[in-house]
């Protein structure tokens, strides 16, 4: 029974189901002339984001590497990076646990690929994404399950930084829970395995904010090019929000489970389902496919150098 209900199937069961109350509920007609209408600029300005965040990861990761005395010729490190976040280490969402076998290939060639550089960008990009949902939460604040959203995330942030009591708090809860357990065990093992200190994590979840603007924006300006008005600030919250649900689910690349929230958040604001559903495809081509072609891509010129 237990294998029924587990955490792939209840979000698969919930997709489903949200498919099915669009169907019922949206005039697709009406939807399909808005995709028909759409403003292409838009679009170009979401491909130009898309060259930009990935971009702007090099001020953590670099600040990462220069904490650990790692030295690298500029070209080598520019690529390193973008391979490095492209190949799912570190997924967009930041949803699941490392590939091993990516990184023994890593190892094998490049020893400055340590668990503490993982562990460290792991975490805080984490954190920052976790940061930008309570603040755009408290921004945004209309419905009741963006106050939820606030206490959800600031308990997280809490328990990852030690606070003893939250943290004792979330151990609890984390005991009725096999999802929670994990993810528990996980954090607080990236938390004693790190080389770098809290304050130097800190540091990277102020370096990673202007990634998570830009990436965030790749949604507003999708709708945009859909004829859609949400604030920026709405959209940035459908971002991080999503993110952190598709980090906790620790499903690869959040791939469901955020893509489930993101759309729920959109038809709360009014966006039709078609729309919906077409801005987060989109999202997910800029956000997750092309990032990880082109950190494969690079991966393979990497690997093949002597």
Known sequence: MRRIFNLNNVTLLIGLALLIWLISQYNFSAAIRQIENAKPIFLIYAFIAFLVFPLLKFIPWYYVLHKLGI??????????????????????????????????????????????????????????????????????????????AVVAVAYAIASI?????????????????????????????????SALSQKDILYEVLAFFPTIVVEGSLIFFILLAFNQNISFAMSLFIFSFSAVIGFISMIPFGIGSMDAVAITLLLANGVPGVISISTVVIFRIFNTILPTGTGYGIFAFLKDRK
């Open 161 to 193: 930084l030690g606070l003893r009591k939250t943290n004792d708090l979330m151990l609890e809860i984390s005991k009725k829970f096999r999802f929670l357990r994990r993810l528990v065990k996980y954090l607080e093992k990236m938390k004693s395995n």
């Open 71 to 148: 030295k690298l010729r500029r070209t080598i490190n520019l690529l390193t990076m973008y391979a490095f976040f492209g190949l799912a280490i570190i997924p967009a969402a930041a949803g699941q646990f490392v590939i091993l076998k990516d990184l023994e290939r890593f190892k094998k060639k490049y020893k400055y690929f340590s668990g503490n550089i993982i562990l460290s960008l792991t975490l805080s990009n984490f954190l920052s994404v976790s940061v930008m949902a309570l603040i755009t939460a408290v921004i945004v604040s209309k419905y009741v399950v963006y106050a939820i």
